[in-house]
């Protein structure tokens, strides 16, 4: 398939939105175990998207947690057939990315599937994660893409203690450095993060100029 340049956040707790998502026609959906999710439920989610990814009609990503007590299970159980790869949230360190390699690995081999056939997408999400970001890129032969996190009110924007303009300003530097890292690195696309003004069309629009005038391919 091409590259999912756009891509479209989905909860992972909703069937119903689950459901509706491809009339909106995305490159691929994210299907979100990680912030939409209660603590609770994360568990049996997880078991239900793994029965929903082989049938799906988009390709289909999906957003596990990051915390040490939930990557491993969450990464075992969606890595089905149908499933086009895993974004890690919060990636810091070149350990947490090698290891969803290790674990998606065995599940290529448990499943008779040709190596390297899930990808990992890595969000960048905090000032640590910034500096990090062409080793972390650099961590396996699966991370196929970058996901700045630009979204205003979002982790990077919370950590840096900065405002929030469409134009930008604010978070140029990690924004551009992440850039920068991903093509250094040689990953064939890089996707900036989500817009949360839903109702703000104008601000979504110079947003995105902004994007794709840095060199941005996409965004989620």
Do not use: W
């Amino acid at each position: 398939m091409k590259h999912p340049l756009i891509t479209l956040y989905v909860p992972g707790n909703k069937p119903e939105l689950i459901a509706k998502a491809p009339k909106y026609k995305p490159d691929a959906v994210i299907l979100d175990l990680q912030d939409a999710v209660p603590e609770n439920r994360k568990a049996s989610v997880r078991g239900q998207l793994a029965q929903i990814i082989p049938d799906y009609p988009l390709p289909t990503l999906v957003r596990v947690n990051n915390e040490e007590n939930y990557l491993r299970d969450d990464v075992q159980t969606v890595a089905v057939k149908g499933l086009y790869g895993i974004v890690l949230p919060m990636v810091e360190t070149a350990d947490q990315v090698r290891l969803v390699d290790q674990v998606l690995t065995q599940r290529e081999a448990d499943l008779g599937l040709p190596a390297g056939t899930f990808k990992i997408l890595i969000m960048i999400e905090t000032p640590l994660g910034v500096i990090r970001c062409y080793e972390n890129c650099k961590a396996s032969p699966r991370v196929e893409s970058v996901i700045f996190a630009s979204a205003e009110d979002g982790d990077m924007q919370a950590e840096l203690k900065c405002a929030f303009s469409s134009d930008g300003y604010e978070m140029m530097y990690p924004r551009a450095k992440c850039l920068h890292d991903a093509r250094a690195a040689k990953l064939p696309y890089v996707l900036d993060g989500a817009y949360s003004g839903v109702k703000d069309m104008a601000g979504l629009e110079l947003d995105c100029v902004v994007s794709r005038r840095l060199g941005y391919d996409g965004r989620t």
